[in-house]
């Protein structure tokens, strides 16, 4: 008994509209029960209408703390994502959303908030200040994140260049980024559509890339979304890993 210490959640006092949109947001045994039914209904929907597969020598992890990446070019990338992920750690897994698509109207932020567990990033006004709160979540909770370095989809299905974001919220860290590539996603639900098609998706999953010697400064962070970058990159289907290195 000596050893436990009493920790009052982090977003109490906020009122309940501040709480969904709080980076702080804990999980209540009512968000507990809807994100476990949710994500069963996902994982379902996944295996039986795009034939979901995964794809690689390592597994996805099990335990927090870690960030998946991947490329994104489909609102269904998250759900591809998440709904493989272990349901004992269900309510420490957040998807990291835009603000100003999934959280502008309460409708939507109950959604993204209850049944995503999405954590909002508004992306005009994102500083270094939010990194660092989610950095100090990932870290002291310890949790998981689901990124996408390229910061908004892409309209064509080609990959985007990452941003340095990821690298300021992992450099210097012992967190594990895990690479991962999405293949049919964009086919199924690409910008330009407004319901999800029947293709067939596969999820490719790389090894997990340490970054915990590289310095948290604007170079380190540099340096892990080229890494990232790359490492998604060679889990794409047919790449040239040599052309990959080469930066070309």
């Not at 709080?22 to 009512?30: A, I, N, P, T």
């Not at 994100?35 to 295996?47: E, P």
């Not at 591809?80 to 100003?100: E, K, Q, T, Y």
């Not at 639900?189 to 590289?214: E, Q, T």
Request: hydrophobic share 45%.
């Amino acid at each position: 008994m000596d050893d436990w210490k009493f920790r009052p959640a982090t977003d109490l006092g906020l009122d309940p509209a501040e709480r969904l949109k709080s980076l702080h947001r804990e999980s209540g045994l009512v968000s507990s029960f809807l994100h476990l039914g949710w994500w069963w209904l996902v994982r379902t929907y996944m295996s039986v209408w795009h034939r979901l597969d995964i794809i690689g020598q390592h597994p996805l992890p099990v335990k927090p703390p870690f960030i998946l990446v991947a490329n994104h070019s489909s609102h269904l990338d998250a759900l591809v994502l998440a709904s493989p992920l272990n349901w004992r750690i269900r309510d420490r897994i957040f998807p990291i959303a835009a603000g100003d698509v999934f959280f502008e109207t309460p409708m939507l932020t109950t959604f993204a908030a209850f049944f995503l567990n999405a954590l909002p990033i508004w992306r005009k006004k994102c500083g270094a200040h939010t990194l660092q709160r989610l950095r100090q979540r990932l870290i002291e909770e310890p949790c998981a994140y689901i990124l996408f370095p390229e910061g908004t989809r892409s309209r064509d299905g080609s990959m985007l260049e990452f941003k340095p974001g990821l690298g300021m919220l992992v450099a210097n860290t012992a967190v594990p980024v895990v690479p991962c590539y999405l293949e049919g996603c964009f086919e199924a639900l690409g910008p330009s559509h407004k319901w999800p098609r029947r293709r067939r998706i596969r999820l490719y999953v790389g090894a997990p890339l340490d970054f915990s010697n590289v310095a948290s400064n604007r170079e380190g962070w540099t340096h892990i979304a080229k890494e990232a970058y790359t490492h998604v990159r060679r889990l794409m289907p047919g790449e040239d890993t040599a052309t990959v290195a080469a930066g070309d």
